[in-house]
């Protein structure tokens, strides 16, 4: 079981670019997908998660922003980032979330770190200009 994140660059600041989570030895569909990322110096935080229904839930810093979608022929999951800000520089990983991408009250991701697993290797998103 193995996540790969790929498709990182560096994009201007209101730029745009995808990046890709690969899956092996498992079906993407079948479990929750969730994106995290890590700024220098700050703590790993919860981008999105897209479920096994296909229904997608974010966290507010990048609500209207961020788009996650998953191809199931090709068993990867995408994020699609738009209006990049400065702030959202950092390493993007992908993990399984066995609790199928939990929300709070206003539907926003609301995960436990103990029901994520299958971390894969980051891939850096640098916004500058």
């Known amino acids: 079981v193995q996540l790969q994140a790929s498709g990182g660059g560096l994009v201007q600041p209101g730029g745009s670019l995808r990046v890709s989570c690969a899956a092996s030895?498992?079906?993407?569909?079948?479990?929750?997908i969730g994106w995290f990322r890590q700024a220098p110096g700050k703590e790993r935080e919860g981008v999105g998660c897209?479920?096994?229904?296909?229904?997608?839930y974010y966290t507010d810093a990048v609500k209207g922003r961020f788009t996650i979608s998953r191809d199931n022929a090709k068993n990867t999951v995408y994020l699609e980032m738009n209006n990049l800000k400065f702030e959202d520089t950092a390493v993007y990983y992908c993990?399984?979330?066995?609790?199928?991408?939990?929300?709070?009250?206003?539907?926003?991701?609301?995960?436990?770190?103990?029901?994520?697993?299958?971390w894969g290797q980051g891939t850096q998103v640098t916004v500058s200009s």
């Open positions: 993990a399984r979330d066995l609790a199928n991408c939990p929300y709070d009250h206003s539907g926003s991701y609301y995960y436990n770190v103990k029901n994520l697993d299958a």
């Open positions: 030895g498992f079906t993407l569909d079948v479990v929750g």
């Open positions: 897209i479920n096994t229904d296909g229904i997608t």
